[in-house]
């Protein structure tokens, strides 16, 4: 089977190697995750409270989709490049709690509101399953005091296998369905048990699919996330754990490529790994045949890319709250350490520092440090780096936002993409081919301005799909 999907993947392999002498792909082979945000978030400059808000003439809309920040693990993973505290008490976690319900009553009277109306519902981190479950109980009771979830359609949670198993794992599910959750992302990142460990993950093969189980039988929905790229991982073991994954009766499968360079607001510990022990890193070969290998083994197995890295069996079963983020652009509000909000031509951070965060809640400032306020040049970039990548453009929602048509703007990166079977375009929409949906990372930093491209030029043979040229 393995010599099979080596032959298999071939053409890609070969495929990947030719982008590279066109410029699209550096020649070190690595990439930078895109299409969540432009610029990235790592670009944003340091704004006071009154600079974030200068001259923002919004339109309220009547909902929001909200994110929620626990900064809390069992371990701090190898992979990870978020901010978070690792083997905290009770107190710490009590604390937190503490400054998070002040933060989101300051933002409720900065604004007027008594409540906020929600179209989609996040909970990550970190690990917001990682509180006890009488803090998870806590922190829902005043959650939903200020958050109206009554017709909110989709309640997702990222959680972390080890927290939903045994007696308080399960009265956690629980918790989480009285107050309306319905999806889950479990990142269980590999069913590979010396995988694991690599990562310093806090759990095994058999906890990870005890944890699918219990949420299964509980009635969510379920998307299941893995890594490839990993040290530890080969060919023949990614092959192994993508075929068991299969089999495990979810809907949804994610998959994400290791990244090395921080992307967020911590260097992840494998930055440091792959200067200590760089044989130990797979090779950029081995991970793009894993790639190709998974698409290969989706869809023998009934899914199929929906939003990208997303494979699921049906439309259907995907995160909206993803849909709307980096689809449909529609404004967001995030709460806690390092979360975001997107509203109209601005994005916002809150502080990673965990003392910095408590001094800003107790005082009443909202506790976003760095935005990115949009010009129309870059407005008119976001508006389409994200949905290019994730789905496609809708040349309404861009004429909607930008007050010009599609067509008159960025006409030659578009005909390149075309040109070279990236991209198909007809009178509703430009999207990606499959050939173009496995290279949207790097194809859409052809519409990135220089000073944000993840590379230097010099990382880039100069052919004609060179993210340099022409911007």
Known sequence: MLRDYIALSTPRWEEFQEFQRLGLIPKHGDFSPAGVHYPPITNYP?????????????????????????PFCHRRCLFCHYPSHYHCGDAEKDVYLDHLEREMQNWLAFRGMS???????????????????????????????????????????????????????????????DFKGDRLTIGIQSLNDDVLKKMNRSHNAATAKESVENCLKMGFQVNIEFIYGHPGETLQNWIDVLEEAC????????????????????????????????????????????????????????????????????????????????????????????????LNDRFMINTPDFEEYYKRTEAGVIAANRCLIRNADQQMR??????????????????????????????????????????????????????????????????????????????????????????
């Open 115 to 177: 409540q906020i109306k929600s179209r989609t519902i996040l909970m990550g981190g970190g690990t917001p399953t990682d509180l006890t479950p009488k803090q998870l109980e806590r922190f829902l009771t005043f959650f939903t005091k200020y958050v109206d979830i009554s017709k909110c359609p989709q309640f997702n949670w990222d959680v972390d296998p080890s927290t939903l198993v045994g007696e308080e794992g399960l009265e956690r599910l629980r918790i989480i369905k």
């Open 247 to 342: 089999t495990l009766g979810t809907e949804e499968i994610q998959l994400y490529r290791l990244k090395i360079e921080p992307y967020g607001d911590q260097e992840g510990t494998i930055k440091k790994f792959s200067g200590y022990h760089p044989n130990e890193l797979i090779t950029v070969e081995d991970t793009i045949r894993m790639k190709e290998m998974s698409v290969m083994i989706l869809e023998d197995h009934g899914f199929h890319e929906n939003l990208r890295r997303v494979f699921t069996k049906k439309k259907s079963n995907i995160s909206l709250y993803a849909y709307n983020q980096c689809c449909r652009l529609r404004d967001e509000v995030g709460f806690g350490l390092s979360a975001f909000s997107s």
């Open 46 to 70: 340091p704004l006071s409270p009154e600079e974030i808000y200068r001259g923002f003439h919004e339109v309220v809309p009547e909902e929001f989709d909200v994110y929620v920040h626990i």
């Open 382 to 471: 976001w508006s389409i780096i994200l949905p290019l990548k994730n789905y496609f453009i809708d040349k309404k929602l861009f004429r909607d936002m930008n007050g010009v048509e599609l067509d008159t703007v960025f006409q030659d990166k578009f005909d390149l993409l075309k040109k070279y079977g990236l991209a198909v375009e007809d009178d509703k929409k430009v999207a990606l081919t499959e050939k173009g949906a496995f290279y949207s990372d790097e194809l859409v930093h052809l519409f990135y301005e220089p000073q944000h491209q993840s590379f230097p030029k010099s990382d880039f043979a100069e052919g004609c799909l060179n993210p340099y040229n022409s911007i």
